[in-house]
């Protein structure tokens, strides 16, 4: 099955924060491609230059920190005051080191919480004004975790973070909603952004993991980017407040074997099955 499905942004302007690599890099692309005009925001100058350098004039860079109140300033500053207006803020940007509870430091897990939830709740907060003052209303769009649905070792500080992330945009959306402002939450499962060469350790986490997927495979980063597009679009006009998950069904449970054995005979009085007598 296959259909072809084109967004049109023309005359939009979109912020996207952690924009140097991965699911960021593919979302500036994305929204390029649609006819948006981009402002790419990353702390990371050489990763952001690469992110910048296919699409000429069509995104504007700026080297910024989210978690400042100065740094998420200048990020929407550089939309309204560069490009005129502002129409879609994706905030993508989130840190994710892992590890153990008892050995987690208490400055790790701050930063953990300055990038991933004040980051999130400065570029909300910034994005909004400009959008109340545009009088047009506009789309933010979150990022989670399927991290922040289960317990797993090594996450405490990025899991509970994502799991913040969710609930302050729930607030976001009821209160920003007599502006016209929708403000919804993704959060993907395993996206194949990791480094090349994966580090071995890794590559033997990722190899005994993937089979169990439901999908047998990562999603792909161009998969998030084109869910994104959805949400900042017209489609989505009544689509607020909601969390969306991006897994292959990870979140629902391991693959299936294809094969549905039920050998409990308590139930058979319900289902009227016969067993052959033994």
Not at 184 to 203: E, F, R, V, Y
């Amino acid at each position: 099955m296959s259909a072809e499905v084109r967004f049109s942004f023309n005359g939009n302007v979109a912020i996207v924060t952690g924009a140097a690599r991965g699911v960021g890099r593919e979302i500036v692309g994305a929204f390029v491609d649609a006819g948006a005009r981009v402002v790419a925001a990353d702390r990371d100058g050489d990763g952001l230059a690469e992110t910048c350098a296919p699409h000429g004039d069509g995104v504007t860079a700026i080297v910024a920190d989210v978690s400042t109140p100065e740094g998420a300033r200048a990020i929407v500053d550089r939309s309204t005051a560069t490009l005129g207006r502002l129409d879609i803020c994706v905030n993508n940007a989130a840190v994710a080191p892992h590890a153990a509870l008892l050995e987690e430091r208490a400055e790790v897990w701050d930063r953990v919480y300055a990038v991933n939830c004040r980051g999130t709740f400065l570029m909300t907060q910034a994005a909004a004004r400009a959008m109340i003052a545009g009088g047009r209303g506009g789309r933010i769009i979150n990022f989670s975790s399927g991290a922040a649905q289960r317990g797993a070792a090594g996450g405490a500080a990025y899991a509970s973070s994502r799991a913040a992330t969710e609930t302050f945009s729930r607030v976001a959306a009821v209160e920003l909603a007599p502006h016209n402002i929708l403000v919804n939450t993704i959060s993907p499962g395993l996206i194949d952004t990791q480094p090349k060469p994966l580090p071995p350790d890794m590559a033997q986490r990722l190899a005994a993991r993937i089979p169990n997927l439901p999908l047998a495979r990562p999603g792909r980063p161009e998969e998030v980017a084109q869910l994104v597009l959805f949400l900042a679009s017209d489609a989505s006009s009544y689509l607020s407040g909601a969390v969306i998950s991006i897994d292959g069904a990870s979140s629902a449970g391991s693959r299936f074997s294809g094969l549905v054995v039920d050998d409990d005979t308590r139930y058979d009085w319900v289902t009227g099955r016969t067993r052959p007598t033994r």
